[in-house]
């Protein structure tokens, strides 16, 4: 199995990541991507991936995240990749949210200065690109046409309509399936993904956040990974060996997992 996005390394983790990361293996993980939220975070993020053969590492700023001084951070994330492009998988997090708490604190322009610069980066150094998104389908899709993007990238945490999903991967990408499909009230979601091809889909849990139903209000894990593949299995009407296997090298073929990360 392949978690395509976890963030192992912030501190939710800290008491119990190796007791975590030593089941993870027993329980047939190939590989876990941990992709990077701001400069704060970085150092010790590519140290945690370099330490353990799982994890994989990407470099982004994400929109919860966005510096005072970010211009002076985007020259600094271009810096760092530059010097760890042969460890890193992807540019990301990064992306849009135009939800009204985070709109309080990064406007529109703001974010789109932010995820454009990195969209920027990743074509110039043949990256693929992961994506947040809330609230942010079409601006999202906006940024990829404006920058003229045409790499590719998986949208983190997928929720929204059929069409939506299809824009996406008629663009290059994938889509990030996670604790959203657990839930029954998320129709919309569960039903574009039914209809939606398995070969355009990673499975993720976004560890520590969007824990699965059921959980509400505990700390997500890698471990709960099985039961995403099992809702996705029957979702697509199909076994949880065939979604284990096909999103396995989904995100073989999108990170080049496999490849030595250090």
Not at 135 to 155: A, C, E, M, P, W
Request: net charge negative; proline share 5%.
């Amino acid at each position: 199995m392949i978690d395509s996005h976890c963030h192992l390394d912030f501190s939710d983790f800290d008491k119990d990541r190796q007791s975590l990361l030593d089941q993870c293996q027993p329980q047939g993980f190939e590989a876990i991507v941990v992709p990077g939220v701001g400069p704060k975070h970085w150092s010790g993020q590519l140290n945690l991936c370099c330490q353990h053969r799982l994890l994989y590492a990407a470099l982004g700023i994400h929109p919860w995240f966005l510096p005072a001084k970010l211009e002076s951070a985007l020259e600094q994330l271009e810096a760092e990749v530059k010097r760890q492009r042969e460890s890193l998988v992807a540019i990301g997090e990064t992306g849009l949210d135009f939800s009204q708490e985070i709109l309080q604190r990064f406007d529109t322009s703001t974010q789109q200065q932010a995820f454009e610069a990195q969209l920027e980066l990743a074509k110039k150094q043949a990256l693929p690109v992961i994506v947040h998104h809330r609230k942010s389908h079409h601006g999202i899709l906006q940024s990829l046409k404006y920058t003229g993007f045409d790499g590719r990238g998986v949208i983190h945490a997928f929720s929204g309509s059929y069409e939506q999903g299809k824009a996406y991967i008629d663009r290059g990408f994938y889509l990030g399936i996670g604790g959203t499909v657990t839930y029954p009230r998320a129709r919309k979601t569960r039903d574009a993904v039914a209809r939606l091809p398995l070969e355009a889909m990673l499975l993720e849990t976004d560890a520590p956040d969007m824990p699965l139903h059921g959980h509400q209000g505990e700390r997500n894990s890698p471990l709960f990974l099985p039961q995403v593949a099992k809702v996705l299995a029957g979702l697509k009407h199909t076994g949880v060996q065939e979604v284990e296997a096909q999103t396995d090298q989904n995100s073989r073929d999108l990170f080049g997992i496999g490849s030595d990360q250090c």
